[in-house]
């Protein structure tokens, strides 16, 4: 929040962006404050072919985790690392950590790195949705 004013809120987005809001709409909406709480939760989803070893991907993911030092993991801080969805073309599984909220996105965009290098190296597969038809062309 950058200024309230008598008619409208001036806020700043994380990505630069001046954002006007009558003070209206804030009686009547929801508002999330990413910033009030020193901790925040990353939850990354991420989808492995049907024939992979689910455990050993868990496994993977587990170690990639425990080894970034800035995500938090104590007892109020559990990393849960768990099968969230059968999707038509991937198992899904999805990590939820806990980080200081200052480093989250940086945590948040250099997961997916090491995820897909050490799937590769483990031989796991991540899917991506491909259309098939078969029949004649006219």
């Known amino acids: 929040v950058q200024r309230v004013g008598l008619v409208s809120t001036r806020l700043k987005t994380f990505d630069g962006q001046l954002v006007i809001i009558p003070n209206g709409n804030l009686a009547k909406a929801n508002?999330?404050?990413?910033?009030?709480?020193?901790?925040?939760?990353?939850?990354?989803t991420v989808g492995i072919g049907y024939n992979d070893d689910v455990a050993?991907?868990?496994q993977v993911l587990a170690e990639i985790v425990n080894s970034d030092k800035r995500i938090i993991n104590d007892?109020?801080?559990?990393?849960?690392i768990h099968v969230s969805e059968l999707g038509p073309y991937?198992?899904?599984v999805t990590i939820k950590c806990w980080v200081d909220?200052?480093?989250y996105w940086d945590v948040y965009n250099e997961l997916s790195e090491p995820?897909?290098?050490?799937?590769?190296?483990?031989?796991?597969?991540?899917?991506?949705s491909t259309d098939i038809h078969v029949g004649k062309l006219d």
């Open 115 to 128: 995820i897909l290098l050490k799937f590769r190296e483990n031989k796991i597969n991540i899917p991506s």
């Open 31 to 44: 508002v999330t404050n990413y910033t009030r709480y020193p901790e925040r939760r990353i939850v990354l």
């Open 56 to 58: 050993l991907a868990k």
């Open 75 to 80: 007892e109020n801080h559990k990393t849960i």
């Open 101 to 103: 909220y200052k480093v």
């Open 90 to 92: 991937s198992v899904n």
